[in-house]
């Protein structure tokens, strides 16, 4: 079976590859483009560990076709950083302890990302709701929640 | 949202401040490695055959097909494994039985649960390893099943092993059953206590298995060379105990195999053991490639995990004043295909928090067919402590107690005797309830279709073998290699245990996970051991960095060793040669390293013992919806004796997180099978654990009674939290809608069954 060519944007980089007509996007960002931050809890859209931005568009990578990215604009964990300078999110995640084993964190602080872009002053139930898709085993969320909440605060004192 | 009450204070610098972990950027940049994540060239996928029924004999496997697939490099069945003796090896509470390790790795006379691995599959593309799964025929003879325990202690149910005598019963059963155990603990004389009660509460409770939930599935990458020798990176709680089982299972010399603790995707007891790993080392030795394999979210629920489902039965013999004078506990475990589920955990723990006079709990271990059981946090303990915890609920209200103050009347003190014959030698049981009770949301009111529930908690938190080694560097920096791997943080505590020990900054300390030809053997992450047994040897060698430093300082002073002491960060001249030199850092004798005798290091290996027990008592308010059957947890605080806080975030995202996974266990999590043993909800849809918005923020209480067996009074913090949640929940519902609830979870249907049954 002839394999599909994709030209996509990823983390803001061109980027072209070759994928199978059912290989998922999670599966070329981790299998093909060696860009494993994004990371398979369930592969069936239940964890939220594959967060990833289509155009902007908060999506679960285990859900979307490779072939489908064609000409769109991918961002994953691995573009949130600026260089070396970490995105607020990241820094308060951090500071106060807001993974354990740090599994769902790329997925969480791609999720909150996309949260914070549309609404920069949420209440902590405007939280726990967009983030119920991201599943955390180890903290209880409290620390995930506080995090957020602080970041978003940080983010509008600019 | 968290509080710390401290007892005795003590003078530290670092301890218990909240840096950041030293591990922690790359796991916010994603390019931490986990399971998964690693890859080496001409790297094969590995696909495991699973069986699709529940009980079945297995006539033959024909893999022919699959092997003549383009691509394919290896297919193995449970005949490229060595036999293994039939024995029950280590202490009765954790033995292993190779004999039933290697059949639940690939199956061999039968398969014993939907799930089962059957033979697995090496080939250059995941597409084509899957492909391959396809084509391996296999002949089996499907036979009746049983899932239920109850029903699998019948006397007519299907046997899984024909020739299993139920162990620990004098003189031995004639038949074979499913009960693989019999444990009877005893203390005092129960018949004469219950004689003796003013009231007498007795309840039966059943639970459902759970799994483990972590978000990463287990995964490895194996390379084996022609020379014999091997690697693997995989997710696990101890690489040195994935060295131990697999080279074991694939009949290796030890020191031939060398593994690597991968960042670790959660684990909760789960990844204690190996699934994979052995199977990827074959594969990669047949092949003569690497082979990765990562298990899918299915194979996970279906196939590894859960801990026990439960039946049990509960008496409690109380005085007028609140004494209670005898209690009784069945318990009666699933283990899943094979022997070993934690009944005896569950036996031992249910009234370690109180004493009791007069005590005895009976429990069975008894196979079935579904995935066999793996350690789940406090593994045992939370379902004995559902039943134990509801029945002096029933007991408080029966005499028209506070149930605080029911247990606080009873609570385990320094020298009260235990079922299973130890002595209570640490205080901090009743530190705990206490703050508990002083929480102010404990008097607060409660609204319509609400109520309040306590509950307490026990486990016996763990020591055991932990290596590490100290290293200096030229700057005054230094390296600590360890083998525990980090789960939640345990870098971060054993960093500043390291920084308060030499006087340096945390910052200037930097933590590895050392593979297996790196440092000495280190037992898995589990039973709450690392940061007080690691943590206690690293100290250990950094007390020798310090004993070497001043030896060094010695030397650049030509003074005797006698006369140079470490204070605060530097060696001093002492005795008679007092005020002689001015002190030197451990940064300036560091740079001395090649002048005053070469490299600083240090190592050192303990067996730790000391540990003390967990303490957890907790309190959570409900409000059950009348209509739906919905319960919302609207408050939940939960306080806990963690020794010393060594970083204090760490220790109460231990306590939050506990108590959210106890919060799925008593309103969601269950496994739910077919009538032909099939597992319905093999996926985190179905299998509902909680939620961001599930929940509310969790309080909890850090309390501060220092274990005066570990230099920094270090107490295990993961687990004792998860064992109090089940019964708050049913307690809190009781006190909302006057109804009992015995049965795991209390999902909406049976909470408005059981509405409607009063309606
Ligand atoms: S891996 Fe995509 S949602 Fe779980
Ligand atoms: S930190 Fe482990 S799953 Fe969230």
């Given at each position: 079976m002839a394999k599909h060519h994709v030209s996509a944007l990823i983390n803001g980089n061109p980027v072209e590859y070759l994928c199978d007509a059912q290989q998922t996007l999670l599966e070329v960002l981790r299998d093909e483009l060696n860009l494993t931050g994004t990371k398979e809890g369930c592969a069936t859209g239940d964890c939220g560990a594959c967060s990833v931005t289509i155009d902007g568009r908060l999506v679960c990578s285990c859900l979307t076709l490779g072939a489908e990215i064609d000409g769109k604009a991918v961002q994953t964990i691995e573009g949130m950083a600026t260089g070396t300078e970490l995105h607020p999110l990241q820094t308060k995640f951090l500071e106060l302890a807001a993974l354990q084993c740090g599994i769902c964190t790329p997925g969480m602080l791609v999720a909150a990302k996309a949260l914070l872009e549309r609404n920069p002053d949420p209440t902590e139930d405007e939280v726990r709701y967009w983030l119920a898709g991201n599943l955390c085993r180890c903290t209880g969320y409290n620390k995930i929640i506080e995090a957020v909440l602080a970041a978003a605060g940080e983010m509008r004192k600019g | 949202m968290a509080e710390t009450i401290v007892y005795p204070e003590r003078e530290l610098k670092v301890i218990g401040t909240r840096p950041v972990r030293p591990d922690g950027v790359p796991k916010v940049t994603g390019l931490a490695q986990y399971g998964a994540d690693f890859n080496l060239p001409g790297m094969l996928w590995g696909k495991i055959l699973r069986s699709p029924h529940a009980h079945a004999r297995i006539g033959s496997i024909d893999t022919s097909k699959a092997q003549a697939l383009p691509g394919v490099k290896a297919v193995i069945t449970a005949a490229d494994l060595p036999e293994q003796k039939f024995e029950y090896l280590g202490p009765e509470r954790v033995a292993v039985n190779y004999w039933h390790m290697t059949r639940n790795i690939l199956a061999r006379e039968k398969a014993l649960y939907e799930g089962h691995a059957i033979a697995a599959v090496a080939a250059t593309s995941k597409a084509i390893a899957e492909e391959a799964l396809k084509l391996i025929e296999v002949d089996y003879e499907v036979l009746p099943h049983v899932i239920d325990v109850d029903e699998a202690m019948q006397p007519d149910a299907p046997l899984l092993f024909e020739d299993m005598i139920t162990r620990g019963v004098e003189p031995p059963p004639a038949k074979p059953s499913n009960v693989s155990k019999r444990i009877e603990y005893k203390l005092g004389d129960v018949a004469k206590g219950f004689a003796a009660a003013d009231a007498v509460v007795e309840a039966s409770y059943k639970t459902k298995p759970v799994h483990q939930g972590y978000i990463e599935p287990q995964a490895c990458l194996a390379r084996y060379d022609s020379d014999g020798q091997a690697e693997v990176w995989s997710s696990s709680q101890g690489h040195f105990v994935v060295r131990t089982f697999t080279s074991r299972l694939v009949g290796m010399k030890v020191a031939d195999l060398r593994c690597h603790a991968a960042e670790i995707g959660g684990a909760f007891g789960g990844k204690t053991v190996v699934y994979v790993e052995p199977v990827a080392v074959v594969l990669s030795k047949k092949s003569g490639h690497p082979v990765k394999i990562m298990m899918s979210r299915e194979e996970v629920f279906k196939a590894t995990g859960p801990t026990s489902g439960a039946s049990m039965t509960i008496r409690i013999g109380v005085m007028?004043?609140?004494?209670?004078?005898a209690a009784e506990g069945v318990f009666k475990y699933q283990a899943g295909a094979f022997p070993q589920s934690p009944v005896m955990n569950g036996c031992m723990c249910s009234f370690a928090p109180y004493d009791i006079p007069n005590v005895r709990t009976l429990g069975f271990d008894v196979v079935s067919n579904r995935p066999k059981t793996v350690a789940y946090r406090a593994p045992g303990s939370p379902i004995s402590a559902f039943a134990a915890e509801s029945t002096m609920d029933l007991a408080a209200r029966k005499i028209g107690m506070d149930p605080i103050e029911f247990r606080l009347k009873n609570i385990a003190r320094p020298g009260a005797k235990t079922v299973f014959g130890t002595t209570l030698n640490h205080a901090g049981f009743a530190e705990t309830l206490q703050a508990l009770k002083k929480h102010p949301g404990y008097t607060a009111p409660l609204g319509k279709n609400q109520g309040r529930g306590v509950a307490a908690g026990y486990w016996f938190n763990g020591g055991g073998e932990s290596s590490a080694t100290v290293h200096v560097n030229e700057d005054g920096t230094a390296v600590v290699a360890e083998g525990s791997p980090d789960i939640g943080g345990s870098r971060a505590s054993i960093a500043l245990m390291a920084a308060e020990t030499l006087g340096i900054a945390y910052e200037s300390v930097r933590p590895v996970i050392a593979d297996t030809n790196s440092v000495g053997y280190t037992q898995a992450t589990g039973g709450s051991r690392v940061t007080f047994a690691t943590g206690m040897t690293v100290i250990n060698a950094c007390n020798k960095v310090i004993d070497e430093m001043c030896a060094r300082a010695a030397k650049l002073w030509k003074?005797?060793?006698?006369d140079v002491v470490w204070e605060d960060g530097h060696a001093r001249p002492a005795g008679?040669?007092?005020?002689e030199f001015e002190p030197l850092s451990f940064k300036a004798i560091a740079a001395k390293r090649t002048a005053t005798g070469g490299p600083i290091s240090a190592s050192a290996s303990i067996n730790a013992e000391g540990q003390a027990p967990g303490f957890s008592a907790q309190f959570c308010d409900v409000e059950v919806d009348p209509d739906t059957g919905y319960v919302k947890i609207l408050r939940f605080v939960a306080a806990q004796d963690v020794g010393r806080a060594i970083h204090p975030a760490y220790c109460e995202g231990q306590i939050e997180g506990g108590v959210v996974q106890g919060i799925g266990w008593a309103l969601n999590e269950e496994y739910i099978y077919d009538r032909d043993g099939h597992m319905e909800n093999p996926g985190f849809l179905d299998y509902r654990i909680p939620v961001a918005s599930d929940v509310p923020m969790i309080e909890s209480i850090l309390v501060e009674v220092p274990n005066p067996k570990h230099p920094y009074g270090v107490k295990g913090v993961a687990e004792a939290n998860i064992v109090p949640p089940m019964a708050a929940v049913a307690n809190a519902i009781e006190s909302a809608t006057g109804l009992r609830l015995t049965d795991l979870p209390m999902s909406p249907p049976k909470v408005l069954a059981a509405l409607d049954s009063r309606r």
């Open positions: - | 007028n004043d609140g004494r209670i004078v003074v005797d060793r006698a008679k040669r007092a005020g």
